[in-house]
T-cell receptor, first 110, second 117 residues
């Protein structure tokens, strides 16, 4: 089956720093989403981004579908950015089947 | 995107008992999805629930352990049966949504944090 690999697995930042999270996937996908799971377990959708670049405030994401990777940029990090960031992909030939990466655990220190 | 109400938000249960988790969606959806997130792990799809047909289970998950109901297009339940401590996880339901401009994606309920003692 499709492999979804996220890096780094853990990241510790000082407040105000910038960071880049990466998601590599092994097959063609219909859909790619980035989620933030807060300390209470709630999954928040950040971006739907099967290709191209999107920005939302301090966050932006880029997916290069032909090279099978996506990047999530966090600028001027805040303590509230802490949590786990998941990349999830929907298989090209199996709609409605989302596969999650292992996640990047981000800790932002004041 | 759709809004999902999931309950209970958390529970502590005795081994050997069963717990039923409910998800209510604010719009009609064809498919609903149930996921498990074991402690410190990523999300794993348990099953896909279509209204009017039996749920489709992923490898490693069986109907006897995780029976699912889908009585209408806005509601589904997942039961965790004959629980053991290994079932302690967060269980989440999810639906696909379509937005303006052709965007679509998946939204999740707030999760049920289950502890089995």
């Amino acid at each position: 089956g499709i492999q979804v690999e996220q890096s780094p697995p853990d990241l510790i930042l000082q407040e105000g720093a910038n960071s880049t999270l990466r998601c590599n996937f092994s097959d063609s996908v219909n859909n790619l989403q980035w989620f933030h799971q807060n300390p209470w377990g709630q999954l928040i959708n950040l971006f739907y981004i099967p290709s191209g670049t999107k920005q939302n405030g301090r966050l932006s994401a880029t997916t290069v579908a032909t090279e099978r990777y996506s990047l999530l940029y966090i600028s001027s990090s805040q303590t509230t950015d802490s949590g786990v960031y998941f990349c999830a992909v929907e298989l090209m030939y199996n709609n409605n089947d989302m596969r999650f990466g292992a996640g990047t655990r981000l800790t932002v220190k004041p | 995107s759709a809004v999902i109400s999931q309950k209970p938000s958390r529970d502590i249960c005795q081994r050997g008992t069963s717990l039923t988790i409910q998800c209510q969606v604010d719009s009609q959806v064809t498919m609903m999805f149930w996921y498990r997130q074991q402690p410190g792990q990523s999300l794993t799809l348990i099953a896909t629930a279509n209204q009017g047909s039996e749920a489709t289970y992923e490898s490693g998950f069986v109907i006897d352990k995780f029976p699912i109901s889908r009585p209408n297009l806005t509601f589904s339940t997942l039961t965790v049966s004959n629980m053991s401590p290994e079932d302690s996880s967060i269980y989440l339901c999810s639906v696909a949504w379509g937005g303006a401009g052709g965007d679509y994606g998946y939204t999740f309920g707030s999760g049920t944090r289950l502890t089995v003692v």
